[in-house]
């Protein structure tokens, strides 16, 4: 009997799983972010990142009142557990309409800000695609754009707003871009409200060499008191599309959010919803529909403008404290250019001589506390903060920040921190 050598198995997918994954569940995450974060955060640690209102500013009894009232009601309790339409319910669309002033055809309820910004961009973008962006930015969203391979055009922020002639003569040399994403009001990071002239500026340039303007105004209605905020981009424009949330007053446990969208683009964001997830969670947006007051119902706790008053008041507050605290304690002082509303402040450490990687790594690995650094937010890959952190102010008390400020001037003067 002759013997005969077999030839090695071919590796199949049960030796390796990861061979059935899609080009875009194999890609390598080139996603930005706000760095990595603290491995083992210490016991009892106060950072200073921030994003989400503190327990003290969330309406947890028109919360409650609202979910109570909707649970008593069989037939609403019902109706708000079965399948819904991918737009939202029509009470939240009419109260939401006009708000924005708009026809409520033209509202699509979402999963909060970032749900509406990919739905956007699944809706508008195709590879190569050229889009403007805020430099510096929330980075964040180039966890979506990622998917999307387009070319990144900066558009400048300074202390004086948004860098338009720079836009405008790239322009006038040829640069065609789909859509241009801003944020208009308490601009994440630096605070920005970008002044009225400029807004009217930048509508007039995506009209005339039409493209699409992005205003993701997460952080509407949190100005300080006495601070007036221009318009948003009109929704009279046909290439303005306003996304907004209820993450920041009501809190982003719910995921609610919305889109204002011209005609044009309603039914193809509309498909792409529905071929997605179908609709937003009917009960999340009774809930909402209660505490501010859509339909038939009387608004709770003062309403979504009410609830956002009384927080903004409160953050206002804290970050004068923060700045108070960082200016006494720190040699060389900070300058904070835009402290008008908001839920973060953008920090310039004026002293050049502190390393403020070195500093954040001392933050977290001994004292406890943590930011997020400068170099996060700009589009180039510097290693250089350019002295620059972003400090929250919404997600803790008075006493907890002044705790977490305390901790963070340890690291900076500490000695370890100096370059």
Known sequence: MSSRTLAPARPTAADNPTTLLSALGAREDLARGFGKSAARPLPGAVPLLGGAPSADALPLAALHEAAAELTADPAALVGALQYSVPTGIDPLRSWIAEREGV???RVLVTNGAFHGLSLLFDALLDSGDRIVVEDPTYPLIFRDLQHHDVHVLPLPVSAAGLDLDSLEARLEAGERPTLAYTVPDFHNPTGLVTPAVQRARLVELAERYGFVLISDNAYAGLAAPGVDVPEDYPVESELVVRVRTFSKILGPGLRLGYLVLPQWLVGPVTRLRANQDQHSSVLVQEIVARVVGAGDHAPLDGGLDGIASRASAAYARRGDLL???????????VTLEHTDGGIFRWVQVNDPGI??????????????TDAVLGRFFFLNDSEDDRGRLRLGISHLGEDGLREGATRLLAALTAPEARR
Do not use: M, T, V
Request: aromatic share 4%.
């Open 103 to 105: 026809d409520a055809s």
């Open 323 to 333: 700045a108070r605290l960082l200016e006494e304690g720190l040699p060389g002082g």
């Open 355 to 368: 390393d403020l990687a070195a500093a954040q790594r001392l933050a977290r690995e001994r004292f406890g």
